[in-house]
């Protein structure tokens, strides 16, 4: 009884005017028709939480994760549903996705399967609603704290965005756009700290000196995987910590050994001459391959008929 009639999504209908703007009254007190009914039911779960008797062994068996967690995702989730495919939009979405918002805070990490389903068909698909700047604010804040916690879920927001982008709306394109600028300013700086860890680990001078005594695997078999990619991170400088962190293992590994280093150094520019003369024999080829299709009698056809 208490579970049925705590979580359950509330039916309060929009006046005219909200109907119109979409925006209720903040400061306006309204109850639920059948509030008087369910209110003891409310004052009831109270009273035994609040209880100085109260068991908490027994309570923990009742109020349990699925009790509490599971039924307010429940409930989220059929109150969007209405929101996005039935077009409904009592009061309320605003608040739930605020409270939402401070859950996903919450959430350890990495996310479970279950948080990324819900964002994929519940949250994404708010941005469709033609109420959204009632809860744009709310909405975002969800949505960012899902890209914070794990920036592979921007992948699932991007395409909502690009999937629901509003062609003929320009104020709602400027709500889009700022969401797009807030997802990409998160997942840029989660990979700027990614990249600038993994140069704070091959700077250590703990890992230096480990492989100052294996010199011979170390630039035949490991620094070779990375040096490419420190070079480019190097001439790319991101940002200023991320630019000498990369200068600093570059320094430190020519250091250990200069003659291996330059040998390392040889090889790669080798290669990557070999990788542009394989690119451009490719590029060749194709370029015959049309060029003989072209000269086709069947291909002068076609083109002869769309040119008429």
Same mark, same amino acid.
């Given at each position: 009884?208490?579970?049925?009639?705590?979580?359950?999504?509330?039916?309060?209908?929009?006046?005219?005017?909200?109907?119109?703007?979409?925006?209720?009254?903040?400061?306006?007190?309204i109850?639920?028709?059948i509030?008087?009914?369910?209110?003891?039911?409310?004052?009831?779960?109270?009273?035994?939480?609040?209880?100085?008797?109260?068991?908490?062994?027994?309570?923990?068996?009742?109020?349990?994760?699925?009790?509490?967690?599971?039924?307010?995702?429940?409930?989220?989730?059929?109150?969007?549903?209405?929101?996005?495919?039935?077009?409904?939009?009592?009061?309320?979405?605003?608040?739930?996705? &605020? !409270? @939402?918002?401070?859950?996903?805070?919450?959430?350890?990490?990495? +996310?479970?399967?279950?948080?990324?389903?819900?964002? $994929?068909?519940?949250?994404?698909?708010?941005?469709k609603?033609?109420?959204?700047p009632?809860?744009?604010l709310?909405?975002?804040?969800?949505?960012?704290?899902?890209?914070?916690?794990?920036?592979?879920?921007?992948?699932?927001?991007?395409?909502?965005?690009?999937r629901?982008?509003?062609?003929?709306?320009?104020?709602?394109?400027?709500?889009y756009?700022?969401?797009?600028?807030?997802?990409?300013?998160?997942?840029?700086?989660?990979?700027?700290?990614?990249?600038?860890?993994?140069?704070?680990?091959?700077?250590?001078?703990?890992?230096?000196?480990?492989?100052?005594?294996?010199?011979?695997?170390?630039?035949?078999?490991?620094?070779?995987?990375?040096?490419?990619?420190?070079?480019?991170?190097?001439?790319?400088a991101?940002?200023?910590?991320? &630019? !000498? @962190?990369?200068?600093?293992v570059?320094?430190?590994?020519q250091d +250990?050994?200069?003659?291996?280093?330059?040998?390392? $150094?040889?090889?790669?520019v080798?290669?990557r001459s070999?990788?542009?003369?394989?690119?451009?024999?490719?590029?060749?080829?194709?370029?015959?391959?049309?060029?003989?299709?072209?000269a086709?009698?069947?291909?002068?056809?076609?083109?002869?008929?769309?040119?008429?």
């Open positions: 009884m208490i579970r049925i009639n705590l979580f359950r999504p509330p039916d309060l209908p929009l006046t005219p005017e909200e109907e119109v703007f979409g925006i209720a009254d903040e400061d306006e007190n109850l639920e028709l509030w008087q009914n369910i209110q003891p039911v409310y004052q009831l779960f109270l009273n035994i939480v609040v209880h100085k008797n109260l068991d908490t062994n027994q309570a923990k068996r009742q109020i349990t994760l699925d009790f509490i967690g599971n039924s307010i995702r429940r409930l989220m989730a059929h109150k969007f549903f209405e929101v996005v495919y039935e077009n409904r939009c009592n009061r309320g979405v605003a608040e739930m996705l &605020e !409270f @939402l918002g401070s859950i996903i805070n919450g959430f350890a990490t990495p +996310l479970k399967a279950e948080h990324v389903r819900f964002l $994929e068909a519940a949250l994404v698909p708010l941005l609603s033609p109420l959204l009632a809860f744009l709310e909405l975002m804040y969800c949505l960012t704290q899902f890209v914070e916690k794990d920036p592979n879920t921007s992948v699932a927001v991007m395409r909502g965005l690009r629901y982008w509003p062609v003929m709306n320009t104020a709602k394109q400027l709500m756009l700022q969401m797009v600028e807030e997802v990409l300013n998160i997942v840029v700086e989660s990979e700027g700290d990614n990249a600038q860890r993994t140069c704070e680990l091959w700077a250590s001078e703990y890992l230096c000196e480990k492989l100052f005594l294996h010199r011979d695997i170390a630039f035949s078999e490991l620094l070779p995987r990375i040096y490419r990619a420190l070079l480019s991170a190097n001439k790319s991101w940002s200023p910590p991320a &630019e !000498f @962190l990369t200068k600093k570059l320094t430190m590994y +250990l050994d200069g003659a291996q280093f330059a040998t390392m $150094e040889q090889a790669d080798e290669k070999t990788d542009a003369a394989s690119r451009e024999q490719a590029s060749q080829m194709w370029a015959n391959i049309l060029q003989a299709h072209e086709l009698p069947l291909a002068q056809q076609v083109r002869a008929d769309e040119e008429r």
